[in-house]
């Protein structure tokens, strides 16, 4: 379909580009074929837009879509340098934040960091962030947490909470 619509594009172009085919093109007729190049790239940002939501629903059908989110606890302030998380054994995520994302945590923000695919029943998440303290100090904390997978998309949030660093300072919820 995307080759279809570069072929019409290339045509129109070809068109308004060659003397010999168009001796004399008027700003009327110019401006016809702006709106047309306009409708068709409207057309192709659609069907592009519906392609990913259905690569989407390939990629993850329903019943066996779980997704990961990570949340900070309000009025902390700490800076969260990594997250790397495991499933059933399995490393799935790893990522490092900027100051950016850290930002939009501590207000308030989730952050999707893992979409994929498992079969209904028990699963272990494995979630280790590091970090630094308000004060400066450094930490690591890790946690465990089995949820169990039933029909229709699964979610999990991962808060971590700095007031709790040391002693269970990572929360899970799920649904």
Do not use: W
Request: glycine content about 8%; overall charge negative; aromatic content about 6%.
């Amino acid at each position: 379909m995307l080759n279809v619509v570069k072929v019409l594009l290339l045509l129109c172009a070809a068109s308004v580009a060659l003397p010999g085919l168009a001796a004399e093109v008027s700003k009327e007729q110019i401006k016809g074929l702006d709106e047309q190049v306009q409708d068709i790239k409207s057309d192709v940002l659609a069907i592009s837009t519906e392609l990913n939501l259905l690569e989407e629903k390939l990629l993850f059908p329903s019943n066996t879509q779980v997704s990961l989110f990570i949340s900070l606890a309000a009025d902390d302030d700490f800076q969260l340098d990594a997250a790397e998380i495991e499933v059933d054994g399995k490393l799935v995520a790893h990522h490092i934040y900027s100051f950016k994302e850290q930002e939009a945590l501590r207000d308030g923000g989730l952050q999707r960091i893992y979409t994929g695919n498992v079969r209904n029943g028990e699963h272990l998440i494995k979630v280790g962030f590091k970090g630094k303290s308000a004060l400066g100090n450094k930490f690591t904390e890790v946690a465990d947490y089995t949820f169990s997978k039933g029909v229709g998309p699964g979610f999990v949030e991962i808060k971590l909470i700095e007031s709790a660093i040391g002693s269970n300072g990572i929360e899970f919820s799920d649904r």
